[in-house]
């Protein structure tokens, strides 16, 4: 079984997004929108069952046992994101060494730039999703 919700992958608007081990920063931002098309008020309800349904719809079975035993979406949310963003002290280890990874990028000689472009999106993104995002000024 790969998840509560059967296996697959990708979102649509009957499946959520799947959570692997891998993809956590991307699946957190398409997992609040997929909650959101439930219902208009179904991420300021997170509690609400069909929320939870959702998270458990969309995680695979090894992320499915961390929260098998919740009964409410937010506490389901809260471990989830402790496990795959880690707690503060983690979160800020995890910036410091994206700021080094920012700092210390190049473009390659042999280097396309679209190349480069996802590689600064990549370490852009990810301290966005840890809660410090870069501003259009700064990465320009």
Not at 12 to 24: A, C, D, G, I, Q
Not at 107 to 123: G, H, P, S, T
Request: aromatic share 10%; charged share 25%.
């Amino acid at each position: 079984m790969s998840g509560y919700g059967g296996n697959h992958e990708g979102a649509s608007s009957t499946w959520p997004p799947l959570l692997t081990v891998v993809n956590y920063a991307s699946w957190k931002g398409k997992m609040e929108a997929y909650v959101c098309q439930i219902h208009d008020r179904a991420w300021m309800a997170i509690e609400d069952g069909k929320a939870w349904h959702a998270l458990l719809c969309a995680v695979d079975e090894n992320r499915y046992k961390l929260i098998q035993n919740t009964r409410i979406a937010k506490e389901a949310w809260d471990i989830l994101e402790v496990a795959h963003e880690g707690t503060d002290v983690v979160k800020d280890s995890k910036l410091q060494v994206l700021q080094t990874q920012f700092e210390l990028l190049k473009m390659e000689e042999d280097e396309c730039f679209n190349d480069f472009e996802v590689k600064l999106m990549d370490i852009v993104n990810q301290s966005h999703q840890l809660g410090d995002p870069y501003s259009n000024r700064r990465v320009k």
